[in-house]
C-alpha cells in the first residue's frame, strides 16, 4: 500500500514538473520577437493587381539605379528584363496572357534585392 501511494505521489511531482518545463518553454518562445515586415522597408510597391493594362512599379527613395527588374510568367519563363532607371516605371501587359507572373529585383551582382507576384486579368 505504501509503494502504491508513493508511486502516486511520484506520478504527481512527474506532472507537476513536465508543467513548469513546458511553461518554461513557451513562455521563452513569446519573449522572443518576430520580425514583422512593413510597406518602409520594401524596396518596390506594385499597383495595380491585378493588372490590366499596365502596371507601376515604384521604389523607395534608397534604391539603386544598378537595379535590374526581371519579369517571369509562372512557368518560369522570362518575359522582360529591365533596367531600373527611374523611381517609377511603368509596364504595358497587354502583350501579356493572363495569369500570374513573378518579379524579381536583381542588383548589378544578380543578387535578388527583392521578389513578389502579380497577376494580369484580360
Same mark, same amino acid.
Given at each position: 500500500?505504501?509503494?502504491?501511494?508513493?508511486?502516486?505521489? =511520484?506520478?504527481?511531482? $512527474?506532472?507537476?514538473? =513536465?508543467?513548469?518545463?513546458?511553461?518554461?518553454?513557451?513562455?521563452?518562445?513569446?519573449?522572443?520577437?518576430?520580425?514583422? $515586415?512593413?510597406?518602409?522597408? +520594401?524596396?518596390?510597391?506594385?499597383?495595380?493587381?491585378?493588372?490590366?493594362?499596365?502596371?507601376? *512599379?515604384?521604389?523607395?527613395?534608397?534604391?539603386?539605379?544598378?537595379?535590374?527588374?526581371?519579369? $517571369?510568367? *509562372?512557368?518560369?519563363?522570362?518575359?522582360? /528584363?529591365?533596367?531600373?532607371?527611374?523611381?517609377?516605371?511603368?509596364?504595358?501587359?497587354?502583350?501579356?496572357?493572363?495569369?500570374?507572373?513573378? *518579379?524579381?529585383?536583381?542588383?548589378?551582382?544578380?543578387?535578388?534585392? /527583392?521578389?513578389?507576384? $502579380?497577376?494580369?486579368? +484580360?
Amino acid at each position: 500500500m505504501i509503494i502504491i501511494n508513493t508511486f502516486v505521489v =511520484l506520478k504527481k511531482y $512527474f506532472y507537476i514538473l =513536465l508543467f513548469f518545463i513546458s511553461l518554461h518553454f513557451i513562455s521563452n518562445a513569446q519573449v522572443k520577437p518576430a520580425h514583422v $515586415f512593413s510597406d518602409s522597408e +520594401k524596396t518596390v510597391k506594385f499597383y495595380p493587381n491585378p493588372a490590366v493594362s499596365i502596371i507601376n *512599379f515604384e521604389f523607395n527613395k534608397d534604391y539603386d539605379n544598378s537595379y535590374t527588374l526581371l519579369i $517571369f510568367n *509562372f512557368l518560369g519563363k522570362k518575359i522582360e /528584363e529591365l533596367k531600373v532607371n527611374d523611381i517609377k516605371m511603368t509596364i504595358s501587359v497587354t502583350d501579356f496572357y493572363r495569369g500570374v507572373y513573378i *518579379f524579381q529585383l536583381q542588383d548589378n551582382h544578380g543578387n535578388i534585392v /527583392e521578389t513578389g507576384k $502579380f497577376q494580369v486579368i +484580360k
